[in-house]
């Protein structure tokens, strides 16, 4: 996917499969995620859904789940309506989460593609990091 690209990264004071548990278990996201629900048995080739409210407006995000090979690689692709783009595959994201851990800590790296400008990967870095920051505090305990 051509454009921009988006990278956030968080440590979290937790092993690798805590954090797994946290980046695919829907009551976990909902926790971290804004609020959003997620729907998908987190198969490669099989879809994915966001839902909730942005912004007081409902949204419905989709996607695809591309490779998952736990508890370090999870990728899927992303499309937003509220983008006010045409749902055609060049409009949706490459989202990659990379899990490393070192000892009692595994860090979580984000990359995310298909931003159309600077800007667009700048306000995408920024709300990928406040969800990494969220996950954080879940895994730890703190939210």
């Given amino acids: 996917m051509p454009g921009q690209v988006a990278t956030a990264e968080v440590t979290i004071n937790a092993p690798a499969s805590r954090v797994w548990e946290a980046l ?11 609020g959003a629900r997620v ?20 949204y419905q995000d989709k996607g695809t789940v591309l490779d998952v090979v736990a508890p370090t690689k999870l990728e899927v692709t992303h499309y937003s309506p509220l983008s006010g783009l045409p ?41 990928w990091q ?3 920051d969220g996950m954080k505090g879940v895994v730890e305990g703190r939210q």
């Fill in 87 to 127: 749902d055609i595959p060049d409009h949706y994201h490459h989202v990659a989460y990379h899990l490393a851990e070192a000892g009692d800590r595994t860090t979580v790296t984000l990359r995310q593609d298909g931003n159309d400008s600077a800007a667009a990967a700048a306000h995408s870095q920024q709300m």
């Fill in 130 to 132: 406040a969800m990494l």
């Fill in 24 to 34: 695919t278990d829907p009551d976990l996201i909902a926790r971290y995620m804004f």
């Fill in 39 to 58: 729907q998908t048995d987190w198969q490669p080739g099989h879809p994915i859904t966001w839902s909730g409210q942005y912004e007081g407006k409902p």
